[in-house]
Nanobody, 121 residues
Framework: QVQLVESGGGLVQAGGSLRLSCAAS????????IAWYRQAPRKQRELVAR???????EYADAVKGRFTISRGDEQTIGFLQMMNLQPEDIAKYYC???????????????WGQGTQVTVSS
């Protein structure tokens, strides 16, 4: 059973930076796609950034120019570099990734448990 574990969240002052990581426990063959979502209190979970299998990226308008999504390897499978953080970025951030367990195999998607990001003004 593969689990995704996010890390790198924490408390930062407005204008500061954080780098979130998403690690996969267990053995995987490859990462097809990876995305980061966030959920603020009393709000719906929303897409922050996505990196598709063809390396196409998509960012929420609110984070364009400040956040960068990237791939890692088969253990730490991806990152979200967040710069110029603002109070409106306060949320729990979740990793969502499509994983393959063998060459030519199907892609299975998993969620992580989330990591909290708090920004003080």
């Amino acid at each position: 059973q593969v689990q995704l574990v996010e890390s790198g969240g924490g408390l930062v002052q407005a204008g500061g930076s954080l780098r979130l990581s998403c690690a996969a426990s267990g053995s995987i063959f490859s990462v097809n796609d990876i995305a980061w979502y966030r959920q603020a209190p009393r709000k719906q979970r929303e897409l922050v950034a996505r990196l598709d299998g063809d390396n196409t990226t998509e960012y929420a308008d609110a984070v364009k120019g400040r956040f960068t999504i990237s791939r890692g390897d088969e253990q730490t499978i991806g990152f979200l570099q967040m710069m110029n953080l603002q109070p409106e970025d306060i949320a729990k951030y979740y990793c969502y990734a499509g994983l393959r367990f063998r060459s030519g195999g199907l892609t299975y998607h998993y969620w992580g448990q989330g990591t909290q990001v708090t920004v003080s003004s």
